[in-house]
């Protein structure tokens, strides 16, 4: 098991950036680049959604259409921490953001749904004013 503790959530003009990270640890937990992860949020009253991803080199991205060309997720390994550069940052960008891990294997398509990642994090806290 792999605990995620997520950081960086802030509340933010509309356009203004933010980074959030991700720190993996854990008592069993043996090596991070064994996970794919994944950023998810979810607004009040809204179910929880796919914002991006990366494979565990790094190497594959994936992101929502919605924060495409505005958001860049990055991991590096030697300091198991993931992490969400979001910049031209909107009110709709407004929620809590999750960061979910797996160690299972995964096809391109597995990375956009929060069933396929058994780890999650408490969630920070995003809010965008207009």
């Known amino acids: 098991q792999v605990q995620l503790v997520e950081s960086g959530g802030d509340l933010v003009q509309a356009g203004g950036s933010l980074r959030l990270s991700c720190a993996a640890s854990?008592?069993?937990?043996?090596?991070?680049?064994?996970?794919?992860m994944g950023w998810f949020r979810q607004a009040p009253g809204e179910e929880r959604e796919f914002v991006a991803a990366v494979g565990r080199a790094g190497l594959m991205t994936f992101y929502a259409a919605s924060v495409k060309g505005r958001f860049a997720i990055s991991r590096d390994n030697a300091k198991n921490t993931v992490y969400l550069q979001m910049n031209s940052l909107k009110p709709e960008d407004t929620a809590v953001y999750y960061c979910a891990a797996s160690e299972s294997t995964f096809s391109s398509v597995s990375y956009y749904y929060s069933r396929n990642y058994a780890n999650w994090g408490q969630g920070t806290q995003v809010t965008v004013s207009s």
């Open positions: 854990g008592r069993t937990f043996h090596s991070f680049d064994k996970y794919h």
